[in-house]
């Protein structure tokens, strides 16, 4: 083994050990804030609705910093159809998930893009370069649809792989309206799920989850068929 691969080697330990720590801090704030609940999300409302007529504003600036602090969506956006009703509350929702995406994303691409860049190596990195600048806006309202995929982490993800930006906010608000309005009409309608707004919501919630398992099914064969010819062309 020469003195270079000697060196390359070093560096792929150094990008690795970044890329777990990095991993494992999102996995903690994950245990701490959904599992050890350490944030009280009833009194973070009552303090919110407390401001008044700038209650929404607050919501969407308190709401996406709490969703990149890994607390979960559906909860969030329940909060928001309780306090402003399905209409106004579903912008606010909506308002969130975008500054939610877009400051995941950001802190993803500062803390983890050299890492993940160096652990793919150039060529790999490369390819993956190609597909996000054809695909990467889609890619990310295609994740918005996938049932149970925790939107917190794929962002921090998307951003990790260099996805920029304007697509993480453009693809988080078209991916994520049809949930932004099933969760937050559920929380508008908790004190009488039977009610037809109720039922609208569980109705565009399945039709959205079977949507995305068949996309994201697609989307993954696809990826490899591409990633298989791109291999042989070069071979």
Do not use: K
């Amino acid at each position: 083994m020469t003195d270079n691969d000697d060196l390359a080697t070093d560096r792929r330990w150094r990008h690795g050990a970044r890329l777990a720590v990095y991993a494992a801090f999102l996995l903690g704030m994950f245990y701490l804030v959904a599992v050890a609940r350490v944030i009280d999300i009833d009194a973070v409302r009552a303090a919110i609705e407390a401001t008044g007529p700038a209650a929404p504003l607050v919501y969407v600036a308190v709401s996406a910093l709490l969703g990149a602090a890994l607390v979960p969506g559906p909860i969030l956006a329940g909060g928001s159809g309780l306090l402003f009703g399905p209409l106004l509350g579903t912008f606010v929702t909506l308002g969130a998930t975008v500054g939610t995406a877009t400051l995941c994303a950001f802190l993803g691409r500062r803390a983890g893009r050299r890492s993940a860049r160096g652990m793919l190596g150039a060529e790999r990195a490369e390819r993956i370069d190609a597909q996000i600048a054809r695909r990467g806006l889609w890619a990310v309202v295609g994740q918005r649809f996938i049932p149970g995929a925790p939107d917190a982490l794929a962002s921090y993800t998307f951003g990790a792989f260099g996805v920029p930006l304007w697509q993480m906010a453009v693809g988080a608000f078209i991916g994520s309206a049809p949930r932004a309005f099933v969760y937050t009409a559920l929380g508008a309608s908790i004190g009488d799920l039977s009610a037809p707004l109720a039922y609208t919501a569980i109705t565009v919630w399945c039709v959205v989850a079977i949507i995305g398992a068949f996309a994201a099914h697609r989307g993954i064969r696809s990826w490899r068929r591409r990633d298989r010819d791109t291999e042989s062309t070069q071979a």
